[in-house]
């Protein structure tokens, strides 16, 4: 059996590149790695690429996975990403109580309505 367990590019259908940018390497603060075009940039979550495109083929803005970043003090961090101008979804809460930890999960939306997760696993 094939086991797949690393995450090496995740890709995200925008409207805009520009503005994209803005909100994934300014706002979130993600390492610019490069553009090959008008249409496509690329940058890096901590060892995972991300991949920003306009709609290519059935490409659709805005219908996409989640992202999830694990964070520290994921309260503090939503709340000073949601001052900087990120659109809340939803503020933290605990998601799921576990035998060593807690996950807590708080969402945001970028520019084009994709939804981003923050994440926290609150050890004992």
Known sequence: MTKLATIGQIAI???????????????LGLDFLFRA?????????????????????AGAVGANSVLYFKVAAIEATHAA????GA????APQLAAQMPDHQL?????????????????EKRF
Request: proline letters at 5%.
């Open 13 to 27: 259908t925008v409207s805009d590149i520009d503005q994209a940018l803005a909100f994934y390497r300014d706002l």
């Open 37 to 57: 075009g008008p249409h496509l940039a690329f940058l890096n979550a901590d060892g995972v690429r991300l991949m920003l495109s306009t709609p290519q083929g």
């Open 81 to 84: 990403l949601v001052a900087q």
């Open 87 to 90: 659109q809340n979804e939803r």
């Open 104 to 120: 807590w999960l708080g969402f945001l939306r970028d520019p084009d309505g994709n939804l981003v997760g923050l994440m926290e």
